[in-house]
């Protein structure tokens, strides 16, 4: 009886998870800086004015935005992060002329 040879490594799947591991990394990097400008956005609507809470939106659209497009976050996910920001930001103005 032959003895049985050691089974073949998968070098596509060796591949495979090391891509993985770059993406994750890539991802957690930009999800962090999401959660980052939303925390700023809800802080300046705290405290600031509406032209601070106004500037500090629209850097969150163009961070959370570009993470939609590129996958990080779905789509509707990314609208509903916007939508939600931005009805805290117009409620300021909203406040202001009552």
Do not use: C, F
């Not at 799947?13 to 999800?31: F, L, M």
């Not at 980052?36 to 500037?55: C, L, P, R």
């Not at 916007?82 to 002329?97: C, D, F, G, M, P």
Request: aromatic share 0%; no cysteine; proline share 1%.
């Amino acid at each position: 009886m032959a003895a049985k040879s050691a089974p073949k490594k998968n070098l596509s799947a060796i591949k495979r998870n090391r891509q993985a591991e770059k993406r994750n990394e890539r991802n957690r990097t930009e999800r962090t800086k999401i959660k980052s400008v939303i925390k700023a956005v809800e802080a300046a609507v705290k405290v600031s004015g509406k032209d601070a809470s106004a500037s500090a939106l629209q850097k969150a659209i163009k961070t959370i935005n570009s993470a939609g497009s590129k996958g990080i976050i779905h789509r509707n996910n990314a609208s509903r992060k916007i939508s939600r920001l931005t009805r805290k930001v117009n409620s300021l103005s909203k406040a202001a002329e009552v």
